[in-house]
């Protein structure tokens, strides 16, 4: 069931403006839906800590993903791949400020060329200036739409998406018309992504599931970040905010799965949650970036819930690699 608006959509409104300034509010109000998306990854503007920015929670994918909290999920690709591959052609696509991207260029030994796809171009500009003072030549930055670039066939080992193939629209499509093409045969994909409802139109029993997880957290601790509310309760998100802050945004999430299962074969596929802590943790994870006692009790408390909600639902993230039937 759609949920139109909401009363989540007015606070979150709210926070913004607090948060990221009028400029921010105002960048929505236009009818150019590139525009709204290119404004919602505008890092100059963010200066707020996100859920997966904490810590404890890192430590937690890190072992739902790699079996190891010292071990992060990009550490442990690279140690994947460099046991059979050597010298990858990789396209990645939606990579933002490319963090994750500079992090494999630093690894020529596996990672030959990386290049970067995205329609932010300050944050291309921002990356290609880090790879220069890092020295590395194995980087290159295409400021474009996806859906109209055009990718030479078959000259790509390994197509990348972090946090970004959740962007983007009629997937068929785009595996079909761009993807496949572009990989060679045997060619894989690797995804670290949100697979869950489209525009976070979660079902009733989720929302239930993460107001439960928010009852565990203390008052003190519910105050959200650079405004004077507390949040004492989740409504789940409206569908006309979701587009008008990014109509990418979960677009087509839903068909990320079947349509990665319908083409590719699965090398190795984790599945890590998100479910509630996503939500949960939304404009109050500034509380938790300092890991004392009491508040690792806490989370402790909500990823218990998570849990129990994951034995009977799907995950909402997934960390997969796959190869091309």
Known sequence: MIRLI?????????????QRGWSFIRSKFTLN???????????ERNNTSHWWQVPYIQKRWNVLITGNESVDPKS??????????????????????CSNEL???AFPEVFHSITCVDITENNL??????????G??????????????VFEPQSFDLIMFHSSLHHFRNLDQLFTSKLLPALKPNGMLFINEYVGANRLQYPKEQIKAINKALD????????????????????????????MADPSEAVDAAAINPTIKKYFSIIEEKPYGGNLLMSVFKDIAYHFVDETPEKLTLMDRVFSIEDEFLKKHPSDFVFGIYQKK
Not at 33 to 43: H, L, P
Not at 136 to 149: I, L, P, R, S
Request: charged share 20%; net charge positive.
């Open 216 to 243: 565990a957290i203390p008052l003190k601790y519910k105050k959200r970040k650079a405004t004077n509310r507390f949040k004492n309760k989740y409504y789940g998100s409206g569908w006309l905010r979701m587009y």
């Open 33 to 43: 839906n590139n525009a709204r998306t290119v404004s919602a990854f505008d890092t």
């Open 103 to 105: 992090f494999y260029a």
């Open 136 to 149: 590395f030549t194995n980087m290159v930055f295409k400021c474009t739409d996806v859906h109209t670039a």
């Open 125 to 134: 500009i921002n990356a290609q200036k880090k790879a220069q003072e890092n």
């Open 6 to 18: 909401t009363k989540e959509d007015f606070i979150d409104v709210y926070t913004k403006f607090y």
């Open 76 to 97: 442990y690709l690279v140690n994947k791949l460099a046991q059979s591959n050597q010298h990858l052609n990789v396209l990645s696509l939606g990579t933002g400020n």
